[in-house]
């Protein structure tokens, strides 16, 4: 179960990676980021663009891959203890037995 669950953690992951990907050029294309980089300096730093933009390329995709990847991880482990508590449960009660009949 923990290997299955690693798979599908980075398969998410790369799913995640992806949809913040096109939000960030959907958003790009429509200049999101340019006035919010602007309005950031008019306030903060009084015009002065020397400090660099709140939002940029790289910092959307570090912060998405180090959520992604916690994601990751919290996933996995959350698999795997479900998998043994499901595994314990059902072998102190026995668990679910379904007989299927051949068709005559």
């Not at 949809?19 to 006035?35: F, H, Q, R």
């Not at 996933?75 to 449960?89: C, Q």
Request: proline share 0%.
């Amino acid at each position: 179960m923990l290997k299955l669950a690693l798979v599908l953690g980075f398969a998410m992951f790369l799913v995640w990676m992806v949809a913040v990907g096109v939000l960030y050029s959907v958003l790009g294309g429509m200049n999101v980021w340019t006035k919010l980089n602007g309005t950031y300096n008019d306030l903060v730093q009084g015009g002065d663009t020397s400090g660099g933009d709140l939002i940029s390329a790289g910092r959307v995709f570090g912060i998405a891959a180090v959520v992604g990847l916690v994601n990751v991880i919290l996933f996995t482990a959350m698999a795997t203890v479900s998998a043994f508590i499901y595994n314990v449960s059902a072998d102190l009660a026995g668990g679910v037995e379904v007989t299927l009949s051949e068709r005559e």
